[in-house]
Structures are given as structure tokens and as C-alpha cells.
């Protein structure tokens, strides 16, 4: 046990005597210098524990010792039992469930009972056969463990929502069809809901709050052995060429502000491991009410171990680090502590790193080293500009900057390549697709923060109606619009990332912050504004338009698959190649002449022709109109092509798509909110 300051730790053991929990303690006799140690025979897989920590309390100055508070092992693997939200959970003396009172004054009750305890486990390092799938290949799906499969009828209704769910050949099914090559999963380490949250009667779904970092999210698993479970859905996924990605949250924890709970490190030495000012006060740049001392050296070997066990004993293929710009306290990441034992580390050196590169404090995008990827919002918003937020205010800013997003981002990435950059349109923070062309404004009434969470700038369109409507013309452009976005996103160069239920037009009923679900919230419990009419979950039985969209989503990733792969890992130069005579990428006017530069400075530009080189003897044109009213365009001419096929249209549904056949210099009409994507062969 690593801890500075304190005067003496105890391990306890919880043994069943009775039908009753009894405690046994033994001290940690030994210490090198921080590093608190000692050898008991006997333990055995399934053993409970905790530690008791000793040493002073001196609030003012950032020291919280309290031996009357159980704490968990940081490098615990299992958490066995729940947290009970009574005024025992505090170091200091509380009055009520969210700690109310002066948090100067220790509490002397025992807190043991009223915690989870810490599970002796043994996993060892194993053998892993990995897709090993590179970057250039890469399609990412964010999902949430339970939301994936919790309304899947093929899978047993208690399996669903767990992580033995994410194996099942119906959700493998799913994921392939939509060629989806890793699985990016929201917080899995054990977690907790805030006391203030729990309070108003709602729990958190999502799971960014973390209290051990090693431990599997025991209420995701199907049985008693959360570890074995989620090592056999990763090795399921493997054998279908699907990595796993893992949502990581060393941020922050659990325990909250100076007044949160004391679990785990705040009562270990709350001053070496919590970010705070000279007089005791936590630094948060999370949003959370604390910041992990994540640069300092033992913070950095804990994260490091945590991520090696993640590799070596679940075996995850990545992260993705939310609010990574918070994990370094220096100017850049390059000279973070942390990204660097990463990158110096010769196991996780090897597998993919994805930053979040903000916190709430600091935008950091493209700031990160390489082998870094980055979420890239920058992405985001130019694509919701184009379809949506142009039309919703009434004018735009032209197209140079949709341009550049989807030619792979080069004047943030230049010099690391477009595969540095995760594209995504909605993430699990924000709009879900549907929504973003439902809703003008966030309805996040359900959390009951007086909807002061969640983003204002949702560069969002309702076309005139706000939530679902009847007219049948506002439901077909909005079935146009997602259809055309998603074909933007997966035809982009760089690394595609779409949220789960994207593919089948989930809603959140308005909600752009769907973190929180009522406490006693199940699989079966009826669909409400509390639970956003559902849609904290996919939904598996779907309608005509449900299943188009589906359609469409898979039909461009095939799309993508066939054709860009090749040529997705360097950045599209626009440069005439000397053997070809042509662009690797080009950009044509309604006319089918290149561009000019007045072109590129007309705000009121509605259009895009984007000509993609996809080999000797074939290319991809993307014809994209977000105008309201249908638009000829003209196909570029002989140089580029002999022959022009329409492969996808967003105004046709998939299965009745009858592809046609065009010559060079042709003129063909692209609807209203539409995406058309052609074929260029040469002979």
C-alpha cells in the first residue's frame, strides 16, 4: 500500500462467523519508505478485505487520515457488496446521506458495512489471440454494456445487459453487419454514484465516476465471477476480428470533493493523491469535485499497472482516456509523465491510445504524441454546421471547413496523419443522431438539474418541428439528413467512431445528457421521460425506417471497406500524382469544374463534390447537398472517369436502390438533405 504520510495501516479481513461479517485485522509491519508491506499465509481467492489507515487529521493542510473509515485496495480486482448512501460513508462528521456538516471535524464511526469490500482474485496473465486490426482498417462503436444487448430477446433475459451479452452471436451479428471492427465500451471500472445524484432518486448509467480503477463494473456481470465473464466476451469478439476498446476514467474518482465520501484514496494520503492548493482545497479541472495527482510518480505506476492488467489478464486491445488533458499538469502532453511511461512502456506501447483531449479548464485537440489518437470535435462540429446548424440559423460559412474535415483534418494532424483523428458526429455526450434533427434544444429535465447540464451549442436542426412529428415531409429529410451524415462520417478520411443506436435512430426524447436513469431502473422497467422514453437502450425489433437506416450504415462501411482502406493512412494532398495525371483529391462545383477560390469564399454555398482516389482504376465521388431544395450537379469529366455508377443514395432506401450508370460531364439531381456516393472506373 503506497502511502506517504500515514502513521500506521491495517489490513482486515471479513469473515463470515453466525450469518455476520466478522473483521479481523493485522498490521502492515513493514515499510520502505512509502510503500507499506507485509506477508499473511492462508488467503485464498474470495477473501474479503480492506485497510484502515492511520496518521493525522489536519484538514486545513490537505491531511485526512481516518482508521474509523474501511477503505478499498486500490488494486483491488473485484468489489463485492454495495455502497450504502448514510452519513457512517464520511470522514468527516455528516449529518445526512450527501455528508452535510462541517467536513473540519473527524468522524469517529465505523464505517465497515456500510462499503464495498475489496475481493482477493486470481487471474494471472494469459494467453491472448488478438485482431491486431491497424488503424487505417479501424471502425469504432461506442457503446454502453448494458444499453447494447439490455432489449435483445435471442439472448436469455438474465444475460442480457451483460458483459456475457457482448459475445452473444446475435450481438456479434449486429457489430459485424455494420463493419465495426472495435467495440468501445463506456466505463467498466468499478464505479459509484454520487451521493447528490443518488439523493434526488437517480443513479448513474454511464459510469465516469470511479473508485477502482482494476475492477470490472461488478453489476454488469451475469455472474459471480465478473472477471471470467467479460475474459470470455473479449476472447468471443477476438475471434470475430473485433478489438475491444475500454473508456478509462483516471481523472478522477469516486470520492468527490473535500466533503465526498472517504473509500479509498482520500483516506490513504488524500494529499499525495488528490491535486489541492496550499490551504487543503481540491484543484478541479474534472468537473467532479476532485483531480487525481495522476503526473506524480506513484500515480503514474498505479495507472500504468491498471492498464497492463487490463491488457495481459482481460485483454482489452485500447483506451480511451475522457479528459485526458487533465492528466498532465505541464503545458503539453508531450512532456506529460504519464503519456510518456505509456509510450515507453513495451506492452502498452503496443496497442491504441485514444485522448479526449480537453477538460474544463483546458482544449488541448492535436496536442497529444504520437501513437496518440484524438477525439476530434472539431470534426463534429463542422459536420453538424453543414447539415444542420447552416440551415437552422439561417446562413452559413461555406464549405472550406467540411472540406477540411474530410480530407482528414491535416491542419490539426499534419504532421501524424489522419488517422490520428477519431471523426464522430455524436458521442455518448451530446445528441444522439435521431436527435440532433428532432430537437432545437436539450430536454434534460429527468437528471433534475434545472437542465443546467448538458451542452448549449448543439448545432442542431428540427426542421421546424420540435421532437417527433407526422408530416411526412419532415420525417423524410430527417431520414435523409442521418442516412447523409453518417455517409460523410464513414467516407472521411481518418478513424470513424459512430454511438450506439446511431445506426437505428435511437432517441433520448431530447436528451443531450442521458447520464442519470432512476434508481430502481431494470431492463423491464416501462419506457418514461425518466428513462428517456427508452432510449437508454438499442432497440432490437425494428420498424421500415429503423431498418433502412441499419441498411445504410452497413452498406457504407462496405463501402468504406472496399474501397478507402487503401488508401486511408496518408492525408490526401490534392497534388497532381506524375504517372496519373489526377488528384488523390479533388473538389468540384454544381458545373463539374474544380473549384476556384471564389467558390471556396461563398458563405452561401450549399454543395460538395468530392472526388476520392481509390486505386489506378477507380475513385469515389461524394455529391452532397444540404440546400432545401433538390440540386443538379455535374459529374466531372473524362479525366477523372469513363464511367460514373450511383452506389448510394440517401433519398432511396437500400434495398430498393437501383444503382445507374452515367457518363463523364453528366448532369444528375441530388435531393433535398441528401448524399449521393458514385463510382468512378476508368477503362
Known amino acids: 500500500m503506497w502511502s506517504n504520510a500515514a502513521d500506521a495501516i491495517e489490513l482486515c479481513l471479513f469473515n463470515e462467523a453466525n450469518g455476520k461479517l466478522v473483521e479481523t485485522r493485522f498490521a502492515m509491519s513493514h515499510r520502505n519508505g512509502p510503500i507499506w508491506h507485509g506477508y499473511l499465509a492462508g488467503v485464498?481467492?474470495?477473501?474479503?478485505?480492506?485497510?484502515?489507515?492511520?496518521?493525522?487529521?489536519?484538514?486545513?493542510?490537505?491531511?485526512?487520515?481516518?482508521?474509523?473509515?474501511l477503505l478499498i485496495d486500490p488494486y483491488t480486482h473485484q468489489l463485492d457488496g454495495q455502497l450504502e448512501y448514510v452519513p457512517e460513508i464520511y470522514g468527516h462528521v455528516a449529518s445526512d446521506a450527501v455528508g452535510s456538516g462541517d467536513n473540519t471535524v473527524r468522524d469517529d464511526r465505523d464505517s465497515a458495512g456500510s462499503?464495498?469490500?475489496?475481493?482477493v482474485t486470481n487471474h494471472p496473465v494469459r494467453e491472448i489471440h488478438r485482431p491486431l486490426v491497424p488503424w487505417a482498417n479501424t471502425l469504432i462503436y461506442e457503446a454502453h454494456v448494458q444499453g447494447l444487448t439490455a432489449k435483445n430477446e435471442e439472448i436469455p433475459a438474465n444475460e442480457r445487459g451483460t458483459y456475457k451479452a457482448l459475445g452473444h452471436p446475435s450481438t456479434i451479428a449486429h457489430l459485424k453487419k455494420l463493419g465495426v471492427t472495435a467495440l468501445e465500451l463506456l466505463p467498466i471500472h468499478s464505479y459509484l454514484t454520487e451521493p447528490s445524484i443518488w439523493d434526488r432518486g437517480r443513479k448513474n448509467h454511464w459510469g465516469y465516476n470511479a473508485i477502482a480503477f482494476s475492477a470490472p463494473h461488478g453489476a454488469y456481470a451475469a455472474t459471480a465471477d465478473p472477471i471470467s465473464e467479460l475474459q470470455e466476451a473479449v476472447d468471443r469478439l477476438h475471434e470475430n476480428d473485433i478489438e475491444v476498446i475500454l473508456d478509462v476514467v483516471y481523472n478522477h474518482t469516486a470520492e468527490g470533493g473535500v466533503g465526498g465520501p472517504t473509500l479509498s484514496f482520500k483516506g490513504i494520503d488524500n494529499k499525495a493523491w488528490y491535486r489541492q492548493d496550499g490551504q487543503g482545497n481540491y484543484i478541479d479541472v474534472t468537473g467532479c469535485g476532485n483531480t487525481l495527482a495522476s503526473s506524480n510518480p506513484h500515480a503514474v505506476r498505479h495507472i500504468v499497472d491498471s492498464l497492463r492488467?487490463?491488457?495481459?489478464?482481460?485483454?482489452?486491445?485500447?483506451?480511451?482516456?475522457?479528459?485526458?488533458?487533465?492528466?498532465?499538469t505541464s503545458h503539453s502532453a508531450f512532456n506529460s509523465s504519464l503519456m510518456s511511461a505509456i509510450e515507453a512502456d513495451s506492452?502498452?506501447?503496443?496497442?491504441?491510445?485514444?485522448?479526449?483531449?480537453?477538460?474544463?479548464?483546458?482544449?488541448?485537440?492535436?496536442?497529444?504524441?504520437?501513437?496518440?489518437?484524438?477525439?476530434?470535435?472539431?470534426?463534429?462540429?463542422?459536420?453538424?454546421q453543414f447539415w444542420l446548424g447552416d440551415l437552422a440559423r439561417g446562413y452559413g460559412e461555406g464549405v472550406a471547413d467540411i472540406a477540411s474535415r474530410?480530407?482528414?483534418?491535416?491542419?490539426?494532424?499534419?504532421?501524424?496523419?489522419?488517422?490520428s483523428s477519431i471523426n464522430f458526429i455524436t458521442a455518448h455526450d451530446g445528441f444522439t443522431l435521431a436527435d440532433l434533427v428532432m430537437y432545437q434544444d436539450k430536454h434534460n429535465g429527468p437528471n433534475q438539474e434545472d437542465s443546467k447540464d448538458g451542452h448549449n451549442d448543439?448545432?442542431?436542426?428540427?426542421?421546424?418541428?420540435?421532437?417527433?412529428?407526422?408530416?411526412?415531409?419532415?420525417?423524410?429529410?430527417?431520414?435523409?439528413?442521418?442516412?447523409?451524415?453518417?455517409?460523410?462520417?464513414?467516407?472521411?478520411?481518418?478513424?470513424?467512431?459512430?454511438?450506439?443506436?446511431?445506426?437505428i435512430g435511437r432517441t433520448q426524447n431530447g436528451s443531450n445528457n442521458g447520464y442519470s436513469l432512476p434508481r430502481d431502473m431494470n431492463p423491464l422497467m416501462e419506457d418514461s421521460e425518466a428513462n428517456f422514453l427508452g432510449g437508454w437502450a438499442n432497440k432490437w425489433k425494428l420498424n421500415e425506417e429503423e431498418s433502412d437506416l441499419f441498411d445504410a450504415v452497413s452498406e457504407l462501411a462496405h463501402i468504406r471497406k472496399q474501397y478507402l482502406e487503401g488508401?486511408?493512412?496518408?492525408?490526401?494532398?490534392?497534388?497532381?500524382?506524375?504517372?496519373?495525371?489526377?488528384?488523390?483529391?479533388?473538389?468540384?462545383?454544381?458545373?463539374?469544374?474544380?473549384?476556384?477560390?471564389?467558390?471556396?469564399?461563398?458563405?452561401?454555398?450549399?454543395?460538395?463534390?468530392?472526388?476520392?482516389?481509390?486505386?489506378?482504376?477507380?475513385?469515389?465521388?461524394?455529391?452532397?447537398?444540404?440546400?432545401?431544395?433538390?440540386?443538379?450537379?455535374?459529374?466531372?469529366?473524362?479525366?477523372?472517369?469513363?464511367?460514373?455508377?450511383?452506389?448510394?443514395?440517401?433519398?432511396?432506401?437500400?434495398?430498393?436502390?437501383?444503382?445507374?450508370?452515367?457518363?463523364?460531364?453528366?448532369?444528375?439531381?441530388?435531393?433535398?438533405?441528401?448524399?449521393?456516393?458514385?463510382?468512378?472506373?476508368?477503362?
Open 309 to 328: 492488467w487490463w491488457v495481459e489478464v482481460i485483454g482489452v486491445d485500447g483506451f480511451r482516456f475522457d479528459l485526458a488533458a487533465a492528466l498532465y
Open 347 to 384: 506492452v502498452l506501447r503496443n496497442f491504441k491510445m485514444i485522448a479526449e483531449p480537453w477538460d474544463v479548464t483546458r482544449y488541448s485537440l492535436g496536442d497529444f504524441p504520437h501513437p496518440w489518437r484524438e477525439w476530434n470535435d472539431a470534426y463534429r462540429d463542422s459536420v453538424r
Open 567 to 683: 488508401v486511408a493512412h496518408e492525408f490526401f494532398t490534392g497534388t497532381v500524382d506524375a504517372g496519373t495525371k489526377r488528384k488523390d483529391i479533388a473538389w468540384f462545383s454544381l458545373g463539374g469544374h474544380e473549384m476556384h477560390e471564389d467558390h471556396w469564399q461563398d458563405g452561401e454555398k450549399r454543395s460538395l463534390t468530392v472526388f476520392i482516389e481509390a486505386g489506378s482504376e477507380r475513385g469515389l465521388l461524394l455529391l452532397l447537398n444540404s440546400s432545401k431544395s433538390e440540386t443538379p450537379f455535374t459529374l466531372p469529366d473524362e479525366n477523372w472517369g469513363h464511367s460514373f455508377r450511383r452506389i448510394f443514395d440517401a433519398a432511396t432506401p437500400v434495398q430498393t436502390h437501383e444503382p445507374i450508370i452515367r457518363p463523364p460531364a453528366s448532369k444528375v439531381d441530388v435531393a433535398a438533405h441528401c448524399a449521393q456516393v458514385w463510382l468512378v472506373t476508368r477503362n
Open 458 to 503: 448543439n448545432r442542431s436542426w428540427n426542421l421546424g418541428v420540435e421532437g417527433p412529428s407526422n408530416d411526412p415531409l419532415v420525417k423524410a429529410h430527417r431520414h435523409q439528413l442521418k442516412k447523409s451524415m453518417m455517409a460523410t462520417l464513414l467516407l472521411s478520411s481518418g478513424v470513424p467512431m459512430m454511438t450506439m443506436g446511431d445506426e
Open 115 to 119: 462499503v464495498p469490500y475489496s475481493v
Open 44 to 69: 485464498k481467492a474470495g477473501q474479503r478485505y480492506g485497510y484502515r489507515v492511520y496518521g493525522p487529521w489536519q484538514p486545513e493542510n490537505g491531511v485526512r487520515f481516518n482508521a474509523a473509515k
Open 406 to 419: 474530410i480530407s482528414g483534418s491535416s491542419d490539426i494532424f499534419y504532421y501524424r496523419g489522419p488517422t
